[in-house]
């Protein structure tokens, strides 16, 4: 863990006691076919903390985002190395099922995507009844999550109407509703700001400062003011010109922000490049 | 004082070109005219190409009057287009017009509840009906739907979900399929079913190559609507933890419901008015035949009846069962539409 910790950071437990970690990245590297576009990624996260992932487009955030919950396999000649450690458990190792595994790492999209056959109260419960779990109060389930992503009071007349009759960021808040409603331990964000409008940006931030506080939380954005916003420590990612990504600083997202130790990151927070 | 606003469409046509339009076309129907009777010219069709031949240029030079080149090339080639759209229309509306003309006086009540059993074959043909034929159709179709409906969801499902190593010459082998002449699916079934294991001519056997006919259209058509669900609701499902049989029973086939209904329907409308495989397969017979006893016995369908009554000479019972056939398939083909309206609307 050397290579990501960063002098000066007294302020956030950078190097937290293994049982603070929720998940590990250990030398992940990704390729699609041949092409490498990922490298020897380490990064720690703290359990219950909110990480900023922030870097150029296609310096591969996505992509190591995608390996935190094995959905970078899904994609046709995707492969990576390197391990993930989730709660000290590698989870590409055969004690655990990629479903398993995507059940405890939930997922919020760029896109918002309830589920168009569904009505709103069937797009929250939709993760137990994929997952073949039960719940014995799905009405309190329903209102849990929704209420989390700070949805309830403008949908609680309407649960059984399609989830796409919603405007696009409370369909965004439903998905957020229906990762929370399966009760993740780290929820991954992918841009999930990206197609909302600033009223809906916000109370998506809003909704991550709530359920940080049970859930841990790695974010992808591309809004510098949203990364200082929400995050308690930020990654930055950058690729050389045909090199594959790789993670040029961590720290506190303040440190990272007001006094980054790379040239490159100052370079990137400042929007001189990227 | 407020202006009164009218909405209206901008760029609707101009009463001016609607009127040249018609007034070219008079002309060129003239032209024409004189053309034929004072040269050797000769012949229906011939008239009617060089009507419209004749059209479309004095359109061109009347255009080209107020219009630069470009401007009169472009409104040719769209009255080309509207003219052509308008004819390829046009024989669907030749055919149901004389079908429904020649049909209508032949429907009665006694079509659809009476039967031709022990109607003497020389008999007025409003004399006995054919329920057993709409009877048969029915139950063919059903039995045929029954078959084909799981196994045409379960190849597409293969081709769009699983994609395993099988999937191109899976596709090939449908599509291949597709292209089997419907005598030949009667055929087959004749000599696997009806003779070889003697089984005899029955409902059931005409069910069996008519499923043979459906399953590449059900299994194609519901193969474009499941590419039609969007991969990111896949991912969503899968993020949730959820195995991918679930993601497809749950997620991706209620989502593509509606495409699926429209793929069984169309599948249907591709068969429904079959009638090579019938005759060797179901045969005819002049009763109703029951589902149950369809395994066994000889039965009736609306289009072997319509080649039976024909061989017959009973012209006017024929057609009145084709005025039948064309609108059980206009039915279905109706309630395809509405239901993936429905869907869009969702």
């Known amino acids: 863990m050397t290579a990501v910790m960063q002098p000066g950071m007294d302020h956030v437990d950078l190097a937290p006691a293994d049982a603070d970690i929720a998940l590990r990245a250990i030398g992940v590297s990704c390729w699609f076919g041949k092409r490498k576009v990922l490298e020897g990624v380490d990064l720690a996260i703290a359990r219950h903390s909110v990480v900023a992932l922030i870097g150029p487009s296609g310096c591969g955030k996505s992509t190591f985002l995608r390996t935190l919950n094995r959905m970078h396999e899904l994609v046709p000649g995707a492969s990576l190395a390197g391990s993930v450690e989730l709660d000290g458990t590698d989870i590409y190792g055969s004690e655990l099922r990629p479903s398993e595994v995507r059940k405890r790492v939930g997922m919020v999209f760029q896109k918002p995507n309830p589920f168009p056959a569904m009505t709103i109260r069937e797009n929250v419960l939709a993760g137990l009844k994929l997952t073949g779990s039960k719940t014995s109060e799905p009405n309190e389930l329903v209102e849990w999550a929704l209420t989390r992503a700070s949805l309830w009071t403008e949908v609680r007349d309407r649960l059984d109407t399609p989830g796409g009759s919603l405007s696009g960021g409370q369909q965004q808040r ?84 007001s006094n980054p130790v790379d040239p490159r990151t100052n370079d990137y927070v400042n929007g001189r490049f990227g | 004082m407020t202006v009164a606003l009218r909405p209206r469409r901008p760029r609707s046509l101009r009463p001016s070109d609607a009127l040249r339009s018609v007034g070219v076309f008079g002309a060129a129907i003239v032209v024409t005219l004189l053309a034929f009777l004072f040269t ?236 090579a495989p019938l005759l060797m397969t179901a045969f005819g017979n002049d009763k109703v035949i029951s589902p149950a006893a369809a395994f066994h016995e000889p039965q009736s369908a609306l289009p072997l009846f319509i080649f039976q009554q024909l061989a017959q000479d009973q012209r006017e019972r024929a057609w009145t069962a084709a005025l039948a056939l064309i609108g059980l398939v206009l039915l279905l083909f109706m309630l395809a539409r509405l239901v993936s309206r429905k869907a869009r609307a969702r």
């Open chain 2, 40 to 275: 050797p010219l000769d012949g229906g069709l011939g008239f009617v190409v060089i009507a419209f031949a004749v059209f479309l240029a004095l359109e061109y030079a009347m255009v080209r009057q107020t219009m630069d080149r470009k401007h009169a090339i472009d409104h040719l080639v769209s009255t080309l287009v509207y003219i052509c759209a308008v004819l390829t229309a046009l024989p669907l509306v030749l055919i149901v017009g004389t079908v429904v003309v020649k049909g209508l006086p032949g429907l009665s009540l006694n079509f659809f509840t009476k039967t031709l059993e022990g109607v003497d074959p020389s008999a007025s043909s409003t004399v006995g009906g054919a329920l057993h034929a709409i009877t048969g159709t029915l139950t063919q179709v059903g039995f045929a739907v029954i078959v084909t409906v799981p196994f045409g969801i379960l190849t597409a499902v293969y081709l769009t979900e699983i994609e395993g190593r099988f999937t191109g010459i899976v596709r090939l082998l449908v599509d291949a399929m597709s292209g089997i002449p419907s005598i030949v699916a009667g055929l087959f079934v004749y000599a696997i079913w009806v003779i070889g294991p003697g089984h005899g001519f029955s409902g059931f056997a005409a069910s069996l190559a008519l499923s043979i006919l459906m399953l590449p259209t059900v299994a194609r058509t519901t193969e474009e609507m499941l590419k039609l669900v969007d991969p990111s609701l896949r991912e969503a499902s899968l993020a949730l933890g959820s195995p991918q049989w679930r993601t497809v029973g749950q997620v991706v086939l209620p989502t593509a419901r509606a495409g699926i209904v429209t793929a069984v329907i169309l599948g249907v409308a591709r068969v429904a008015g079959e009638t």
């Open chain 1, 174 to 257: 439903l998905c957020i509703a229906r990762s929370l409603a399966i009760k993740p331990d780290v929820l991954l964000m992918d841009e999930p700001c990206s197609a909302l409008d600033p009223t809906s940006t916000r109370r998506v931030e809003e909704t991550i400062g709530e359920v940080s506080e049970e859930v841990t939380i790695v974010i992808v954005t591309h809004n510098m003011q949203q990364a200082q916003r929400v995050s308690d420590t930020c990654a930055f990612f950058l690729a050389e010109e045909n090199q594959p990504g790789r993670i040029v600083e961590f720290g506190a997202t303040e440190q990272v922000f």
